[in-house]
């Protein structure tokens, strides 16, 4: 059965320090995995999604993720983070069932 | 842009009530989903639907129900609401097979069983 582990439930930046947030998944074939974010009080919106392909995959807000296949990996990154970035961040799986499995979430703080 | 609306942002109802959430998207897409939001417990599938007057159970569906009677509304019903029903609910729709496209949320509803 496939399924999603976000290790790190609160992780706290500085303003414009790097940021990784990291996200494994347990597939046995390549699976399709997508990052969510939710802002405080609203639904989740689409980070970036990775098929297959070239394993560095952009998304919006400056984000991008890599796929590790040997690792079973799918980090998001951002170079430099602003505030604006505060929020909880999901790692999802898809593969041959039907649903999408949604990892337990990575809220990000970010001090000035 | 698609856009999936929920009925209510905030709902209070008493224990016992039965209580309906809506959810209506406008951009015809064949499947739609009900998850409930916990701390610590991410997104939990409570009912899904692949087409009109289809539904299928998620991982949670006790004490819940749904109705999909038109494409673009969803609607998840709790026929006797009790507390630990209290939660976030959101909504989303998705195009295609379910497992390989991006799903479009609401802004939730934040659920109160008093």
């Given at each position: 059965a496939q399924s999603v582990t976000q290790p790190d439930i609160h992780i706290t930046v500085?303003?414009?320090?790097?940021?990784?947030?990291?996200?494994?998944?347990?597939?046995?074939?390549?699976?399709?995995?997508?990052w969510y974010v939710q802002s405080p009080g609203q639904g989740l919106q689409l980070l970036l999604k990775y098929f297959s392909g070239d394993t560095l995959v952009q998304g919006i807000k400056g984000f991008e993720a890599e796929f590790k296949r040997s690792q079973?990996?799918?980090?998001?990154r951002k170079?430099?983070?602003?505030?604006?970035?505060?929020?909880?961040?999901?790692?999802?799986?898809?593969?041959?069932?039907?649903?999408?499995?949604?990892?337990?979430?990575?809220?990000?703080?970010?001090?000035? | 842009d698609v856009k999936v609306t929920q009925s209510s942002r905030y709902l209070v109802k008493r224990t016992g009530e039965k209580v309906f959430l809506e959810c209506v998207q406008d951009m015809d897409h064949e499947n739609m989903f009900w998850y409930r939001q916990d701390p610590g417990l991410g997104l939990r599938l409570i009912y899904f639907s692949y087409d009109v007057k289809m539904k299928e159970k998620g991982d949670i569906p006790e004490g819940y129900s749904v109705s999909r009677e038109k494409k673009e509304r969803f609607s998840l019903i709790l026929e006797s609401a009790s507390t630990n029903q209290t939660s976030m609910y959101l909504c989303a729709s998705s195009l295609g097979q379910v497992s390989n496209q991006p799903q479009h949320f609401g802004d939730g509803t934040r659920l109160s069983i008093l």
């Open positions: 500085s303003e414009g320090a790097s940021l990784e947030l990291r996200c494994n998944y347990s597939y046995g074939a390549t699976p399709y995995l997508f079973s990996s799918f980090n998001l170079p430099s983070v602003h505030w604006s970035d505060a929020a909880e961040y999901f790692c999802a799986v898809g593969g041959y069932t039907d649903k999408l499995i949604f990892g337990t979430g990575t809220r990000l703080q970010v001090f000035p | -």
